[in-house]
């Protein structure tokens, strides 16, 4: 059953769950089916997490099954005549001179188990690569990350890089770090800040909807 795979997901069974979405595709189970599945197993890791019963590996560990899981419906989803939803675009990265990640990639597994569609752009990401993506995707949301106090300066900058391209005022852009506070969040020109990925992703809800 496809309910079995969110069951799985949310136990961290890499094995079964895995063999279980093999057997869904065989039996001919429609993608989109099993995509949602996937989702609720993501969106119950994220509770468990905030509850404080799972850590910060419990969390990677989810968001690399459901990368596994992804790569075995990709082709699926290509062939399907169903279109995938997607909520909404997020571009996402650690901005220039910081290559921190753990806090970056708990936040995509987060935005993508609520449907939301998320380019990551890596660490250590110029603005002018953020511009760029911008320009390209024209996404709803980017999230600037930074684990040291360095990256202000590197969000300031990317900013601006927005603004220079006129395409601030068509972002909502939050930002995340430890370190974060309001002060920063202004000086900086974010319109909004967050010290871990399950309060982000609650911002990113009100600013795109359900």
């Not at 993608?31 to 404080?52: F, T």
């Not at 995938?84 to 571009?91: A, C, D, L, T, W």
């Amino acid at each position: 059953m496809v309910d079995k795979i969110s069951e799985l997901m949310s136990d961290l069974e890499e094995k079964e769950v895995l063999e279980e979405v093999r057997k869904e595709i065989e039996k001919g189970t429609d993608p989109i089916k099993i995509l949602d599945s996937l989702k609720e197993g993501m969106l119950l890791i994220g509770e468990l997490w905030k509850k404080g019963e799972y850590f910060v590996p419990e969390v990677i560990m989810g968001a690399e099954i459901s990368r596994q899981i992804m790569e075995l419906l990709k082709p699926e989803l290509e062939s399907s005549s169903t279109k995938v939803p997607v909520k909404g675009s997020i571009v996402i990265g650690t901005v220039r001179g910081d290559i921190h990640n753990i806090g970056k990639n708990l936040a995509i597994a987060l935005i993508q188990a609520a449907g939301y569609g998320v380019v990551d752009l890596g660490v250590d990401v110029p603005p002018k690569v953020f511009v760029e993506k911008v320009k390209e995707i024209k996404p709803d949301v980017v999230g600037l990350s930074g684990l040291l106090t360095l990256a202000i300066e590197s969000m300031k900058e990317t900013i601006e890089g927005f603004k220079e391209a006129g395409l601030r005022d068509q972002l909502k852009i939050i930002i995340g770090g430890p370190f974060l506070t309001k002060n920063y969040c202004e000086y900086v020109g974010a319109d909004a800040f967050t010290h871990s990925a399950t309060e982000g992703i609650e911002k990113i809800r009100g600013w795109i909807g359900e």
